[in-house]
């Protein structure tokens, strides 16, 4: 079982800036491939973003792709950058764990089988 919790979240100005983190427990976190998606009110939630097991990889959603950036370290942290942000950018974030890693950068829900609890993010006009 792995155990997932993001924090970061908050309030902030539109154009300002905010980084997530999701701290994932419980195996091997350098074999674990992390992705971040998020669910405004009345949406399905959505893919922002995904990184390979290694870091080496990255993919990102059109709508967030150039201001946002997901990151990790070594020990069993995952990391999303969002810089730009823009009112339609105000969600719940949940980060996901997809384990043990498929060999591409996985884009559905349903390809995650551990999710944390989502962290909100509000940006104000």
């Known amino acids: 079982q792995v155990h997932v919790v993001e924090s970061g979240g908050g309030l902030v100005q539109a154009e300002g800036s905010l980084r997530l983190s999701c701290a994932a427990s419980?195996?091997?976190?350098?074999?674990?491939?992390m992705g971040w998606f998020r669910q405004a009110p009345g949406k399905e939630r959505e893919f922002v973003a995904a990184?390979?097991?290694?870091?080496?990889?990255t993919y990102y959603a059109d709508s967030v792709k150039g201001r946002f950036t997901i990151s990790r370290d070594v020990k069993n942290t995952v990391y999303l950058q969002m810089n730009s942000l823009k009112p339609e950018d105000t969600a719940v974030y949940y980060c996901a764990v997809r384990y043990p890693s498929y060999a591409y950068l996985p884009k559905k829900e349903e390809e995650y089988n551990f999710w944390g609890q989502g962290t909100q993010v509000t940006v104000s006009s």
């Open positions: 990184i390979t097991r290694s870091g080496s990889s």
């Open positions: 419980g195996g091997a976190f350098n074999t674990y491939t």
